[in-house]
């Protein structure tokens, strides 16, 4: 008898199964083309020398040596490094601020909310136009304004030590909004009945935040610090644009130094090895963000 | 905003002003740069309004390249993307969510996993894979990378998922099949997350630099935003006015889209994260 039940069903269930791999066919085949095969070649190639012209030749783990042990590189890990930093902790705290004073359904705070998420939703390419034309040395706005206030003007973008902080200023400018509505979308789901019953025993605003908004928090917290950790490792618009990794290497970042390899000295090798490098990291923050939530999904871009 | 205290408020209030200028301000500045003489751009102190308006930069502007082109290049590339996002995500979603075969779980890895495959570190050997076929510079290097997306087939398969089987079995004896099921039935139910996936793709493909800078040479299949960046290499001297109302064939289009759909937008934006 249960011969003959198997027997029963066994064209149902393989008629569902040709019709799943049918309907996901399509999606694996795109995602083995230009998902999986890209990181597999990215591997393999990053153990050959190739300029995309002569046969490619195989040199072992040397360009992985020859990364680590360039001054530039470690220039470029540094810069990447502080610009993610930066920009995570200034956005992360202005946002948190933001929220936190915008926490109301009126009228004038989803005013305020529109005004700051706009430039969130803006091309990379407009707001670095705008912003290299904003700090001009000569003409633009920003010196124009610090010489009003009696401040000495900046070469913003070409000065060695400030361009990187620069485009941090600019890129926590056009960012801010968005963990401004994650923290707002964070905060309105705390329920009113812990502040209530705060308040009842006579606990604070500081207290308050400090004991129940900041705990509750968290998992945004964290959710946010790791998606704007991995968006801003990816930053490469505002770069090539506003200052092409200049003043000499200041502002070079981790996917303009790939593309600069890659596109401009035909290191095909080299730029290879950086990419995987760089995909462990992404591996290794996903990793982690996956322990936290049980659920990797992060779709935020910077830069 | 939340005190009670009638000063602490008007103060929160003043801060949030003026951070909501800060913000918006250099839009403001945008337009008005793109309205100004040359005379006007290098004028000291910088004037607030430029008068009298020169119209005449936009038409410069629109004329340093061919615009027409860009932009329709922008809306073939944008639209065709989503129109294949949508359709190939939601044929993979009904098959992870409504079906069980053998090896869906595994499949079901595969994508999300793909989450974690950036643009940034897949541009290197898409390119060369697409020069080896000789597809720099079509319309196929723009679209066909994207044509699938991890996120919008997780986020179509969760809300597929919590539609009742009850729903299904009904359409089925009413002798639906599989397409119509999903696109007449599901679909529907599904709609506010694909709306919210659809404007989170538009927004990001519209705007979208990286991508053809490194896939296209060719004017003839350049993008909006990138005909824009290139505003800047041509011509010499402080063109800003000119580079700025190119600036605005870029901003408009986005402000415009979130004046009507702000409340769309920012949720499309807000989706995944943890609440």
């Known amino acids: 008898m249960p011969n003959a039940i198997s027997y029963r069903r066994y064209p149902v269930v393989r008629r569902e199964t040709i019709l799943g791999y049918a309907l996901i066919l399509p999606s694996l085949a795109v995602f083995f083309t230009f998902f999986i095969y890209p990181v597999l070649y990215s591997l393999y190639l990053s153990f050959f020398r190739w300029d995309m012209m002569m046969p490619k030749q195989f040199v072992g783990a040397l360009n992985y040596r020859e990364l680590t042990a360039s001054a530039e590189f470690r220039e470029v890990i540094w810069n990447t490094l502080r610009y993610s930093v930066g920009v995570v902790l200034a956005a992360m705290a202005a946002g948190l601020i933001l929220a936190l004073l915008l926490n109301r359904r009126t009228a004038l705070s989803s005013f305020f909310q529109a005004c700051i998420f706009t430039s969130y939703i803006v091309s990379w390419v407009a707001v670095s136009l705008l ?166 999904v992060h779709y935020t871009e910077v830069g | 905003m939340g005190s009670r205290n009638p000063l602490v408020r008007s103060l929160m209030v003043a801060f949030l002003a003026i951070i909501a200028l800060v913000e918006v301000f250099p839009y403001f500045w945008i337009a008005t740069t793109s309205l100004k003489d040359l005379r006007g751009v290098i004028q000291f102190p910088p004037s607030l309004l430029p008068l009298p308006p020169h119209w005449e930069n936009y038409a410069q502007a629109w004329q340093s390249g061919p615009f027409p082109r860009y932009l329709m290049n922008n809306i073939i590339t944008t639209f065709g993307i989503l129109i294949i996002q949508l359709f190939l995500a939601c044929l993979a979603a009904y098959a992870f969510s409504k079906l069980s075969f053998p090896g869906r779980d595994v499949c079901f890895y595969v994508v999300v996993s793909c989450l974690m495959v950036p643009p940034q570190v897949r541009f290197v050997p898409i390119y060369i894979m697409l020069a080896k076929v000789g597809l720099l510079n079509t319309y196929a290097a723009l679209i066909l990378p994207y044509a699938t997306s991890a996120l919008g087939t997780f986020l179509i398969r969760e809300a597929f998922a919590n539609i009742s089987d009850d729903v299904l079995d009904a359409a089925r004896i009413d002798g639906a099949d599989v397409i119509q099921i999903i696109f007449r039935i599901m679909v529907p139910i599904a709609k ?6 659809s404007l989170f793709s538009v927004v990001y493909h519209w705007n979208d630099y990286f991508w053809p800078l490194v896939m296209t040479t060719n004017e003839a299949v350049r993008t909006l935003p990138l005909g824009v960046a290139l505003l800047r290499e041509e011509g010499t001297g402080a063109r800003w006015h000119i580079i700025m109302a190119g600036n605005m064939f870029v901003v408009v289009p986005m402000f415009l889209a979130f004046l009507v759909a702000q409340r769309h937008i920012i949720r499309a934006f807000t989706f995944t994260s943890p609440k």
Not at chain 1, 174 to 197: C, N, T, W
């Open chain 1, 131 to 296: 912003w290299i034309w904003m700090l001009d040395p000569q003409y633009g706005l920003v010196n124009y304004l610090t010489r009003f206030l009696k401040m000495p003007a900046q070469d913003w973008l070409g000065n060695h030590r400030l361009a990187l902080w620069s485009l941090v200023g600019v890129t926590v400018w056009k960012i801010v909004g968005y963990p401004m509505v994650i923290f707002l979308a964070g905060l309105q789901s705390i329920s009113r009945d812990y502040y209530e019953a705060a308040a009842l025993d006579g606990a604070g605003a500081w207290q308050q935040f400090r004991f129940i908004t900041w705990p509750l928090l968290t998992p945004t917290t964290l959710f946010l610090f790791i998606t704007l950790s991995i968006a801003t490792f990816q930053g490469f618009d505002i770069v090539n644009i506003m200052t092409q990794g200049g003043p000499v290497h200041a502002t070079s970042i981790y996917v303009f130094f790939i593309y600069e390899q890659a596109f401009h000295y035909f290191r095909l090798g080299t730029a290879s090895a950086a990419v995987v490098i760089c995909f462990m990291m992404i591996l290794l923050l996903t990793f982690v963000e996956h322990r936290v939530f049980r659920r990797g």
């Open chain 2, 192 to 197: 506010p997350t694909i709306i919210a996936f």
